[in-house]
């Protein structure tokens, strides 16, 4: 069973306020990974970390930033919430980079 | 492009009745190919990797099979509680970065 939480689940924000979500892993993955979903699309790639102190940009171009202090923890900041940030963000990790294993996701709405 | 094409992108079948979902790709350098599923409001379950043609990997109801261009994911007399949708996903041979593409999925429904 795997180990992963997001808070907060759900997020109704006004547009321009700072908001950072969180991610943490019990497993002690090295990798972990966010990615953006909207209803009825696919995953894409929004930030990945390979261990501490490692994080880069994934394959879809996003205005968060990601930071990775401790191996278990990978909080994604939206410094300035629009509502083209409304989405479900959700975070994995992995031990092999290859199954990866999700938290239950975020859903933010800005208004 | 490396592209992963799931069909159908809906399916919806009676308790019992046995049927397949499809993940191609057009992906050169495969690594591996992964499934999930995806419940509602939910983050994706693991469920299976296949890592080379003719790979066969099963867990209770669910069988994925892999060739060189496509795999299957047979459901054989699905449950109500089947009902979620299945994701496919490729990973590639891409320098230090293991790449990983999904698919956009194929949404079940199982009606007693």
């Known amino acids: 069973e795997a180990d992963i939480y997001q808070t907060p689940r759900y997020l109704v924000i006004g547009t321009g306020k700072k908001i950072t979500l969180e991610c943490s892993q019990t497993?002690?993955?090295?990798?972990m990974y966010w990615y953006q979903q909207d209803p009825g699309m696919e995953l894409h790639l929004i930030h990945y970390?390979?261990?501490?102190?490692?994080?880069e940009k994934g394959d879809l171009s996003s205005e968060s930033t990601v930071s990775r202090i401790r191996t278990e923890h990978f909080p994604l900041t939206l410094e300035s919430a629009r509502p083209s940030h409304t989405s479900q963000y959700l975070c994995?990790?992995?031990?092999?980079?290859?199954?990866?294993?999700f938290g239950p996701g975020t859903r933010l709405t800005v208004t | 492009e490396d592209q992963v094409t799931q069909s159908p992108e809906a399916l919806r079948l009676q308790e019992g009745e046995s049927s397949s979902l499809n993940c191609s790709y057009t992906?050169?350098?495969?690594?591996?190919l992964f499934w999930y599923r995806q419940d509602p409001g939910k983050g994706p379950e693991f469920l299976f990797t296949?890592?080379?043609a003719g790979e066969e990997k099963e867990k209770e109801r669910l069988k994925a099979t892999l060739t060189k261009k496509e795999s299957f994911l047979h459901i054989t007399a699905p449950k109500p509680e089947d009902s979620a949708t299945y994701l496919c996903?490729?990973?590639?041979?891409?320098?230090?970065?293991?790449?990983?593409?999904f698919g956009i999925g194929t949404k079940l429904q199982v009606i007693p």
């Open positions: 296949l890592y080379s």
């Open positions: 497993m002690g993955h090295d990798k």
């Open positions: 992906v050169s350098g495969l690594r591996g």
């Open positions: 996903a490729v990973q590639l041979y891409s320098g230090g970065y293991q790449k990983v593409t």
């Open positions: 970390s390979y261990g501490v102190n490692s994080t």
């Open positions: 994995a990790s992995s031990a092999t980079g290859r199954e990866q294993y």
